[in-house]
């Protein structure tokens, strides 16, 4: 399920994988301003496409229980500039997971996983936006 709130806070929440957006078929928040999002605890995939063009999103924070991240997942979100990260295993990558090129994106992940990240298949595709972070 979802929620945006008046300042455009986007919570993911509930259990199990987010839906896989492909094709016609686009997430309903697609449109709206969301200004930060939070995936709460328990959602355990980024679904395809999940925040494909959200371009007022800056950040964005993934919790421990994610271990995968669907293709294009954050393709289009030109105003992205912090993903905190926080499972201690890369969670499984796809094509296209961020935007690329952008010279402000950054991916905190706790410094014990930092060269996890670093080696991860498709985490490789962004090792200068991967910095090692102390989420205690």
């Known amino acids: 399920t979802w929620t945006l709130d008046d ?4 919570i993911i929440s509930g259990t199990g994988p ?4 492909e094709g016609e078929n686009e997430p309903p928040w697609r449109y709206l301003d969301v ?4 995936v709460e605890s328990g ?7 999940a925040f494909f063009s959200c371009s007022s999103l800056p950040r964005i924070t993934i919790p421990k229980s994610v271990v995968s991240i669907g293709k294009k997942a954050f393709l289009g979100c030109s105003n992205l500039i ?7 295993t890369p969670p499984t990558g796809a094509e296209e997971m ?3 090129g952008s010279t402000l994106l950054k991916i905190y992940v706790d410094t014990k996983s930092e060269g996890a990240y670093r080696r991860a298949p498709f985490w490789r595709n962004y090792t200068s936006y991967i910095i090692g972070h102390d989420f205690s």
């Open 7 to 10: 300042e455009g806070t986007l």
């Open 18 to 21: 987010m839906y896989d957006f």
């Open 35 to 38: 200004r930060r999002a939070v």
């Open 43 to 49: 959602v355990t995939s980024i679904g395809e496409a």
């Open 82 to 88: 912090s993903v905190y990260c926080l499972p201690a």
């Open 98 to 100: 961020f935007v690329s």
